[in-house]
């Protein structure tokens, strides 16, 4: 089942995201770029909107997906990674 996820609340801090990551950022250039929006679309019917546990947003599991991709990543190392430092 996926939440009411559509509509993000961001953290009062957001605005250290700017200062601190380099606008020439690989990670921040795709999320400026890229409209993840069309991962709910394709999945939509993958999943249960009113039943069954809540699920991690689509959106979130493909950005992690795409973190393995590029960073050439294991499961365990993409863990380990978003626990240190929260790219996405």
């Known amino acids: 089942m996926i939440p009411q996820q559509c509509s993000m609340i961001l953290s009062p801090y957001s605005e250290l995201y700017d200062m601190l990551i380099p606008k020439d ?3 921040r250039k ?5 409209d993840f929006s069309f991962v709910v679309n394709e999945l939509k019917d993958k999943y249960c909107l009113d039943n069954g546990r809540q699920a991690i947003h689509p959106i979130r599991m493909f950005k992690y997906l795409l973190l393995k991709t590029i960073y050439d990543l294991s499961d365990v190392d993409v ?6 430092r929260f790219i996405f």
């Open 30 to 34: 795709i999320n400026e770029l890229v």
């Open 25 to 27: 950022n690989l990670l």
């Open 79 to 84: 863990v380990e990674t978003l626990e240190i």
